[in-house]
């Protein structure tokens, strides 16, 4: 098993026919396994972004706390099969790093942010995430793996993938802003994202 390489973001990785299927896909998905709206542990207070998920695997956040569980928390289904064009992206970009277990999908609607945060609620760290941008572009921000490093800000459009393995992998980021308009993709503006993850360790063979 390898892995890692730092920040890699692959500008308009789908063009716009790609993204248009990408959307038809996740609209029947999202029929299936609808989007909650998580709440912050302890506090309860609302995330302004709603999610999804399919895969094994789905990330939610309740009054309990943040983690991963094989079924949508309000459904109490399994989450949809990852799609086959989000399989294929992982193996293209992410070569050698285990089978993606989780695609958290995050829609922002207009004014919906994402606070500064680290992601680590996975087993692994190993392996990269790797994020798929929709819809109106997004500024985001990422820094160091201490609250206290540096930031640098950058925007994300419609189509482009970020890979974030190596140290980036643990780094602090969020999503300060949507840019209302950017984006003919979807009907009533917003922005999808789309996080493929390995949770779990791989269990030893061979
Ligand atoms: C940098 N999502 O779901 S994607 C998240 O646009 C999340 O919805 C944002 O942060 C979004 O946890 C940012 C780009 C991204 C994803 C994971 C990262 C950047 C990352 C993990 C480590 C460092
Ligand atoms: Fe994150």
Known sequence: MTTSSGFRLLP?????????????????LL?????????????????SVRMSNC??????????????????????KPWPQMPDVLRDLWHDVAPGAPEPE?????FYEPGARMGLHQDRDEE?????????????????????????????????????????????????????RVLDGTSTLLKNGGRINLTLRRVTKPSQTS
């Open 124 to 176: 692994m760290f190993e392996a990269p995430v790797v994020s798929v941008s929709l819809g109106d572009t997004a500024t985001f921000r990422i820094g160091g793996q201490t609250r206290k490093d540096p930031t640098r800000s950058m925007r994300l459009a419609s189509g482009d993938v970020v890979v974030l393995g190596g140290e980036t992998r643990l780094a602090f980021h969020g999503i300060d």
């Open 31 to 47: 029929s299936e396994a609808p989007l909650f709206q998580p709440v912050m542990p302890r506090t309860g207070k609302a995330f």
């Open 102 to 106: 989780a695609c958290l999908i995050n």
């Open 12 to 28: 308009e990785y789908f063009d716009r026919p790609l993204q248009q299927q990408l959307v038809d896909t996740l609209r029947d």
């Open 55 to 76: 895969g094994s695997l789905g990330w939610v956040s309740d009054i309990n706390g943040y983690r991963y569980q094989a079924n949508h928390p309000v459904t109490g």
